[in-house]
Nanobody, 118 residues
């Protein structure tokens, strides 16, 4: 499985960005795709995840500002009202479980930089 993320960049506070991630390869019918981020000097944290049965989960810090959506093997993160503290490298993630063996897999994209600054 490969994940290709895009859409990062430099934006002023209060602005918007949309991240996209395309998954390819052997993808099982039940999976979860989402976004994590790592700010400078901090650990990688959950931003938002979405299962392909429609369930979503958001970090408290971005609720009401970010929206995750999916279209088959694509996942998007619409980020509005961006703040300087949203500056981080954003990583796309796919988690799935083999229907045959039950083995769980987790895959990561290459990361895309989001910088919020005036």
């Amino acid at each position: 499985v490969q994940l290709q993320a895009s859409g990062g960049g430099l934006v002023q506070p209060g602005g918007s960005l949309r991240l996209s991630c395309a998954a390819s390869g052997r993808i099982f019918s039940r999976n979860e795709m989402g976004w994590y981020r790592r700010a400078p000097g901090k650990q990688r944290d959950l931003v938002a995840v979405s299962s392909n049965d429609g369930n979503t989960n958001y970090a408290d810090s971005i609720k009401g500002r970010f929206t995750i959506s999916r279209d088959k093997n694509m996942v998007y993160l619409q980020m509005n009202s961006l703040k300087p503290e949203d500056t981080a490298v954003y990583y796309c993630n796919l988690r799935q479980q083999s229907p045959d063996s039950g083995t769980e897999f987790s895959y990561w994209g290459q990361g895309t930089q989001v910088t919020v600054s005036s």
